[in-house]
C-alpha cells in the first residue's frame, strides 16, 4: 500500500534505529562526561579522598550531580543490555530469513519443473 504512494516503508532494526538512540545516548553520554569531570575537578580543589567526595552521603554538597552520574550510568548499561539482547533476537531473525531464502530456490526449482512438464515447455 505505502509502495503504491511512493513511501518507502523500512523495517525497524537495531541497525537503523540505533541513530536515535545514539543521539540520545550520546546526550547522557556528554552529560555524563560533563558530570564527572565538574566532579573531578570540585574533588581535586578540595583535595579530598576519592572515597569520601564521591559518597553522596558523605558530601552533601554534590550529592545531586553524583546521583544523576550514577542513574546515568545506570540508563547506558541499560540501553546497551537491551540493545544487546535486540541484536540478538535480530540476529536470530536474519538467520530463519536466510534458512528460508535458501530453501526457497529449491521450491522455485520444483514449480519450474512442473510448470514445465504441465505447459511442455
Given at each position: ?10 523495517r525497524?532494526?537495531p ?42 552521603r ?51 526449482r520444483?514449480?519450474?519443473n512442473r ?7
Amino acid at each position: 500500500m505505502f509502495a503504491k504512494q511512493g513511501l518507502q516503508v523500512r523495517r525497524s532494526t537495531p541497525a537503523n534505529l540505533s541513530s536515535v538512540g545514539a543521539a540520545r545516548d550520546g546526550a547522557g553520554q556528554a552529560e555524563l562526561e560533563s558530570l564527572k569531570a565538574q566532579l573531578e575537578a570540585a574533588r581535586q580543589a578540595a583535595g579530598e579522598a576519592i572515597g569520601v567526595f564521591y559518597d553522596p552521603r558523605q558530601n552533601a554538597g554534590h550529592a545531586a550531580k553524583l546521583l544523576r552520574s550514577h542513574r546515568l550510568r545506570e540508563e547506558m548499561a541499560s540501553l546497551m543490555q537491551r540493545a544487546e539482547a535486540w541484536g540478538r533476537a535480530a540476529s536470530g531473525a536474519d538467520r530463519n530469513d536466510r534458512s528460508k531464502a535458501e530453501t526457497e530456490p529449491e521450491e522455485c526449482r520444483r514449480l519450474r519443473n512442473r510448470a514445465d512438464a504441465l505447459f511442455g515447455a
